[in-house]
Structures are given as C-alpha cells and as structure tokens.
Nanobody, 124 residues
C-alpha cells in the first residue's frame, strides 16, 4: 500500500502563496488518484482538490477555484497543491489522500490512504 508524507505548510500573510507537496512511496504512484483535504479547528474535514491518475482531470471545491492548483509528477511520485491569494479562512491542517478508484472524488471516505497532514496558517 502507499505511504504519503506532506510538506510545505507554514505561516503566511493573507494574499501570499504556499506550495504543498505530498510524496508517495511503497506502491506505484500512477495507480492512485490523489486528493487534498483540509480540516480547520472545530470543523469537519473538507474536500479541497483532486487529480486523476494521469493528471488529465482536476477538480476543486468552489471556494478555492481560481486560487489553488493541483498537479502531479508521476516520475517523482509527488502531488502538489499550489495555493495563491491565500485567505485567513484557508487556515487548516492540509492532508493528501490516495485512492485506487473512487465513486465521488470529493468524499473523504473514498480515500483509504492518508498522510499525517501539514499546518497552513494564514494571518490577516
């Protein structure tokens, strides 16, 4: 099975940018569709973005469309989340997740494999 490790989180001012990375190991990376989710204190985990196995299809929650971009490099076994024009409401722990197949890419329960998360804090 695949193991996932996120990196790239940190503290940034509103309007700034961060790039999250999620490195996969232990299995063939291109066998997995990938997703990014986030969880703010006191809130449920929510879908942010997803990308298909080849990277040809991407999906976003409405609140990040036009600001965030998901991509993957199957030669480096890594998926990325480029986050621009960050807002204080983007503050959360961000998790990457992997699924060999899914019915609905936005549902967390469709993803069996998860990283430990990386904290993103956006100050106003």
């Amino acid at each position: 099975q695949v193991q996932l490790v996120e990196s790239g989180g940190g503290l940034v001012q509103a309007g700034g940018s961060l790039r999250l990375s999620c490195a996969a190991s232990g299995s063939t990376f291109s066998d997995y569709a990938m997703g990014w989710f986030r969880q703010a204190p006191g809130k449920e985990r929510e879908f942010v973005a997803a990308i298909s196995w080849s990277g040809s299809s991407t999906y976003y929650t409405n609140s990040v469309k036009g600001r965030f971009s998901i991509s993957r490099d199957n030669t480096k076994n890594t998926v990325y989340l480029q986050m621009n024009r960050l807002k204080p409401e983007d503050t959360a722990v961000y998790y990457c997740a992997a699924a060999e197949y899914y019915g609905d890419y936005s549902h967390a329960h469709e993803y069996p494999y998860w990283g430990q998360g990386t904290q993103v804090t956006v100050s106003s």
